[in-house]
């Protein structure tokens, strides 16, 4: 039993790193930083809530602003478990 939850939690922490990788250039490690010169909100400021409504929004297309064809591109390969850790890691 324990040795099976520490292993969902190594899992879990390679899931959210794999996936939040290619991210960083953009928002900064811990989403810190407004996307290309203030192009988007500091992320890190968003609540968990509000990351896993954009992401899933930029994935279907409901949400986003003048340059959200470019989130669209970077939310398409995410499933929504890596969403929610991502959102569990970098929202407040
Ligand atoms: C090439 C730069 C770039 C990369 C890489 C990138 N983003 Fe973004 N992100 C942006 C921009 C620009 C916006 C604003 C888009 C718009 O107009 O809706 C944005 C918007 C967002 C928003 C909504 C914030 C808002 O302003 O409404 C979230 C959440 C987000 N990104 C998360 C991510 C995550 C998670 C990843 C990695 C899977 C990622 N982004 C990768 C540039 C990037």
Redesign the pocket.
Known sequence: MKKSVSLFLIMSCLAYAN??T??I???GANGEKA??NG???I?KD?TKAE?KF??LGYKDGSY?????N??VA??KS?SESDINL?AEKIGK
């Open positions: 996936s939040y290619k991210c250039g953009c928002h996307a290309l192009k988007s909100k992320i968003m990351i954009a992401m986003g602003g003048a340059m959200k470019l989130m970077q939310s995410l991502i």
